[in-house]
């Protein structure tokens, strides 16, 4: 009787105890492996440089009399700047003017002695010692004249360059002089102009992409993307220009420069920009979100949805990042489902409850 009930109570007990549930499925977002034409592309920082930049600075001395600018401003080629006092430069070329008027006469003079002579010498009526004397007096007051010449062309000159104007079209920094300031010769800079359409971004490549970049570059000009550092923000587009003739020892990189037509003024000398240095496009690529791509200790992988609805932890390898999306080179087909986010709540096996990520709304149109 005793092991009957022992018995009983064992098979109540068993009937009783509900069988184990199975785990709830995670809920995760998802994304599919999708294959297109992305382009290949360099990515690192540049720094903004003006294409051209000149100091100003005086080729006569003397008094600054008026500023023409404010200093800041766009000034275009030929524009007048400064203006250096020109009194002492004019009486200079008044004085040179005199003594050419000066030399002049006495060539006049010169010139009819040595004529005269001449006839006499040719008559016997003088030795041809004094002739050839007239003679040489007048070539040396020739020369004179020659000299004199060139001095009055060189005081017009000097009045000339007391007015500076500039040189190229730029954009001016600050005026490092004052209305009523002794200006020296060659030594005072008045300002720096920069020039800033079209203006340069010089960046470093390693030395390893050199070759590929010179062969593409030789095909036709490689475009280039300056971008914002923070917001990532498109800034200008423009062409490489240039790929200097060596490779630094220090740093194993070479420097590159890239033209931007920059018509809206959004690259300014000085500015640090990222750049996108496009070598061409990969027309067949693998691509996921980079939300899909986490790193452990395994290193990089994903987790790929199979059709029963289940995870698998599969290791991959990135060849690039473009924008918001990772090329893999190996781990993952086309076609091939991927979660994008709830990562941190699974393992591989566990069931998922997935669900399309969902698309960015469109942005209204803007009113005219």
Known sequence: MYLAALFLMAALAACSRSPEKPAPAVPVVVAQAVEKAVPVQVRTIGNVVPTTTVTLRARVGGVLRQIHFAEGETVRQGQKLFTIDRGPLEAEMRQAQANLAKSQAQLTNARREAERYRQLYERGLVAQSQYEQLATTAAALEAQVRADRAVVENARLQ???????????????????????????????????????????????????????????????LAVTALAPQTRRPLAEGALA?????????????????????????????????????????????????????????GRHVFVVRPDRTVELRPVTVAREVGQEAVIAQGVRAGETVVTEGQLRLVPGAHVEAREAPQPAASPPTSP
């Not at 500076?164 to 954009?171: F, H, K, N, Q």
């Not at 020296?184 to 720096?192: F, G, I, W």
């Open 159 to 221: 009045v000339q360059y007391a007015t500076i104007e500039a040189p190229m079209t730029g954009r001016t920094g600050a005026v490092q002089v004052h209305e009523g300031d002794l200006i020296q010769t060659n030594q005072t800079a008045l300002v720096v102009i920069n020039r800033i359409q079209p203006i340069d971004v010089a960046f470093a490549l390693p030395e390893r992409q050199l070759a590929e970049v010179q062969r593409l570059q030789g095909e036709s000009p």
């Open 242 to 298: 240039f790929i200097d003739n060596r490779v630094d020892r220090a740093t194993g990189t070479v420097q590159l420069k890239a033209t931007f037509p920059n018509a809206d003024g959004q690259l300014w000398p000085g500015q640090f920009v990222d750049v996108v240095l496009t070598l061409g496009v990969d027309p067949s690529a693998v691509v996921v979100p980079t939300a899909a791509v986490k790193v452990g200790q395994e």
